[in-house]
């Protein structure tokens, strides 16, 4: 069983490795090495099954992943309270057109997260992140976003906020801000290194994205040595870092990586 890590001082304890389901419900307007199917809701829930019995309890997903949210909401039924759930805001994504768009306004922020509650049937939401666009920073400091995430906090609704950063700025400001930060990492990407340290020693909780370059492990590895291996090793060897989101929908991939974060 894998062992639990703090997330920060948010009282919540996760797994070192969480399932990313992006996946789980879009199959456009993504940037993964090969083309896949979205699994159906059976072979989603064998999924969930083979992560919760070798003790992964995180879950990350968002609304701008499709069906992710509603599909997870039937699966869920009846094991809610073995996992620990992590969504989003901010971020539509319409099929139609593979775009999405955005909306940080309070209103809009609030209404996702309701929404977000009943597609995932539950009470409350353990993290909910805004799920950046890129204007990090404005995001944080100058739109409605961050104050609605603290009212539907202090409503008991959500028990912790944070942001989905998508640059080395924004994760800084993030990191003395937030609850709980999700950055890139991977062995590629390491400008958000700094900002990682900064969340440590602030007490913020550190979920890391793209720690397995989002599948391209052909250009992170030169050494011979297994990628998904080097890849944790490297992630969750990081100070501070709470959990690796990985995304996958391959039942060995899944094994693979619970194995390797095993061994850190
Ligand atoms: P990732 O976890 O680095 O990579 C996922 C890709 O790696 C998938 O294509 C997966 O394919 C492949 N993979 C997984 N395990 C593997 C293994 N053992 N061997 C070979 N390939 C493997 O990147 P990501 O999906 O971009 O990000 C992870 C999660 O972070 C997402 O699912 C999402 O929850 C979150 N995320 C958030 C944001 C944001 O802006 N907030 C952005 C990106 C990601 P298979 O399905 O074939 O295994």
């Not at 699966?75 to 139609?96: H, M, P, S, Y």
């Not at 929404?115 to 995001?139: C, F, K, M, N, T």
């Not at 609704?157 to 801000?177: F, Q, V, Y």
């Not at 090793?233 to 899944?254: R, W, Y």
């Amino acid at each position: 069983m894998l062992p639990r890590r703090e997330l920060g001082r948010t009282g919540l304890s996760v797994s070192p490795i969480g399932l990313g389901t992006v996946k789980f419900g879009r199959a456009t307007g993504v940037r993964y090495p090969t083309r896949f199917s979205i699994p159906d809701d059976a072979a989603a829930a064998r999924l969930l099954a083979i992560a919760s019995e070798r003790g992964v309890n995180l879950l990350d997903t968002a609304p701008a992943y499709g069906e992710s949210e509603e599909r997870l909401g039937r699966i869920l039924i009846g094991q809610r309270d073995r996992w620990v759930l992590c969504t989003k805001a901010g971020e539509e994504f319409d099929a139609q057109s593979g775009k999405s768009s955005f909306d940080f306004s309070a209103p809009g922020i609030t209404a996702s997260v309701e929404r977000s509650l009943h597609r995932l049937g539950v009470d409350a939401l353990d993290v909910v992140l805004l799920h950046s666009d890129g204007r990090d920073e404005w995001i944080l400091r100058d739109s409605e976003a961050w104050e609605a995430l603290q009212r539907l906090r202090e409503r008991g609704i959500i028990r912790a906020a944070g942001i989905s950063t998508k640059s080395p700025e924004g994760a800084m400001l993030a990191a003395t801000m937030c609850d709980v930060v999700m950055v890139t990492l991977n062995l590629r990407e390491r400008a958000d290194l700094p900002a990682i340290e900064a969340a440590r020693l602030a007490g913020a909780g550190i979920l890391i994205k793209k720690a397995l370059a989002s599948g391209w492990l052909d250009a992170v590895e030169t050494t011979g040595i297994d990628p998904v291996e080097r890849s944790l090793s490297f992630a969750l060897g990081t100070p501070g870092v709470s959990s690796v989101i990985i995304g996958t929908i391959d039942p060995d991939h899944l094994a693979h990586n619970i194995d390797a974060a095993a061994r850190v």
